[in-house]
């Protein structure tokens, strides 16, 4: 009897190589699991479910992971306001570590003895995959075609082309990886340290011109509404704001970071909805929060986004962290009004029965309601007192 393996399957290149590889040369008993965290459409399923059996797997599955992926990790990342490198929402970080969750749960219930996934040596997602899997089942035998062959796109392609296996290999130059959370775009120009992604590259091109207005309704934090239609839960937010903005090719840049293996590297990336959803909450919060709520958050909100980068999902610590992050949220409410314009966007402002920057306390630059001018000369005294004390002590100033 042939092993039994469990492939994460996306039907990108890598995958299609490895379950022709698996089924077709080591003869595995290959089941194809598409982790779908909210990206598919039915009909991308049932064509990506046609075309692994086509290529060897004796068996196709999808496992629906939208809402646990929202409520583990896409929630945290809004409330952290979580921009690696100031740049980044985590598209795929944040994607991998629940996929190889539900990868992990079905292995198990299934009696799977191997599992397999399409990673390369040279990135990140191999980190994140492994030790998840060794980690809640290391019992579970991890192979990884593309990692062990060190095979780069073109040797893919001419194998699969020596088993007559043909796809769009034009669109095979660039690696995507398409997410509720954001697609990340990999290619020759991110290879370097110069060159951006032609328009081409990018899945989702420029097809409205003007401006338009955007409402996000946030509720204790979590998005609930779009221009003030009522969703059902966040996840449609997400997606109504992603169709609403991705036409004007709002969100695309391209990442410069430290990889967990220790080099720098460079990835494109397009994300309408999470990167308005954090900005227009970061800007809420700054109306809605306290000093020390805003100082602590971002430096907690850059560790959890930092661990999550790395893999280190399962650290007990992150749990801490969102138990900060939830109780941070009591007041996050209100109204962010954006403009949308092609390639770009501003924040016009909030409206937020918690708006803390209520002119009844004052007019910053303006007006002094709560305190008077005698209170400020009394305040500052104090508040340097130990300055004061410090300069006339030394007798010196600082050079």
């Known amino acids: ?9 996306s039907g990108g290149l890598d995958t299609t190589y490895c379950a022709v590889y698996l089924s077709k040369i080591k003869g595995y008993d290959v089941t194809c699991a598409l982790v779908n965290t909210g990206a598919f459409t039915q009909d991308e399923i049932d064509k990506t479910g046609k075309r692994a059996k086509a290529l060897g797997a004796k068996e196709f599955v999808c496992l629906d992971v939208e809402n646990e992926y929202y409520e583990k990790i896409i929630k945290y990342l809004i409330f952290g306001n979580v921009l690696k490198n100031g740049t980044y929402p985590l598209s795929v970080s944040s994607e991998r570590l629940i996929q190889a969750l539900a990868l992990v749960r079905f292995a198990r219930k299934n009696g799977m003895s191997c ?6 040596a040279a990135g990140n997602d191999q980190v994140r995959f492994d030790l998840v899997f060794n980690t809640l089942a290391p019992d579970l035998k991890i192979i990884t075609p593309i990692r062990e062959q060190n095979l780069s796109r073109q040797m893919e392609i001419e194998f699969l082309q020596s088993h007559g296996i043909n796809i769009n290999f034009e669109k ?8 509720l959370w954001g697609t990340s775009i990999g290619g020759r120009e991110t290879l370097n340290s110069l060159g951006s992604l032609p328009e081409e590259a990018f899945t989702k091109q420029l097809s409205k011109t003007g401006q338009e207005i955007v409402t996000i309704t946030f509720r ?15 996840l449609e937010a997400i997606k109504k704001l992603e169709e609403i903005a991705s036409p004007y090719a709002i969100g695309r840049d391209i990442h ?41 958050k971002e430096i907690l909100s850059g560790f959890y986004g930092n661990q999550l980068h790395e893999g280190l999902y399962l650290e007990p610590f992150m749990r801490d962290v969102e138990s900060l992050l939830n109780s941070s949220q009591r007041y996050v409410n209100g109204k962010v009004h954006i403009k949308l314009e092609p390639k770009r966007f501003e ?20 007006e002094n309601k709560s305190w008077t001018y005698e209170d400020v000369i009394g305040f500052t005294k104090i508040y340097g007192n130990q300055l004061n004390i410090f300069y006339n002590i030394n007798n010196e100033e600082p050079e």
């Open 1 to 9: 009897m042939p092993e039994r393996l469990l492939l994460a399957y």
């Open 115 to 120: 599992v397999a996934h399409g990673s390369t």
């Open 172 to 179: 095979s130059l660039y690696s995507i990886n398409k997410g």
């Open 220 to 234: 204790q934090g979590e998005p609930v509404t779009i221009n003030d239609g009522e969703c059902n839960h966040p």
């Open 256 to 296: 410069v970071g430290d990889t967990i293996i220790g080099i720098k590297g460079r990835v494109g990336f397009e994300a309408a909805a999470p990167l308005l959803l954090i900005k227009s909450h970061h800007l809420l919060e700054k109306h809605t929060l306290s000093k020390t709520q805003l100082f602590w």
């Open 347 to 366: 924040l016009l402002g909030i409206e937020s029965v918690n708006d803390l920057m209520n002119t009844k306390f004052g007019k910053y630059g303006e």
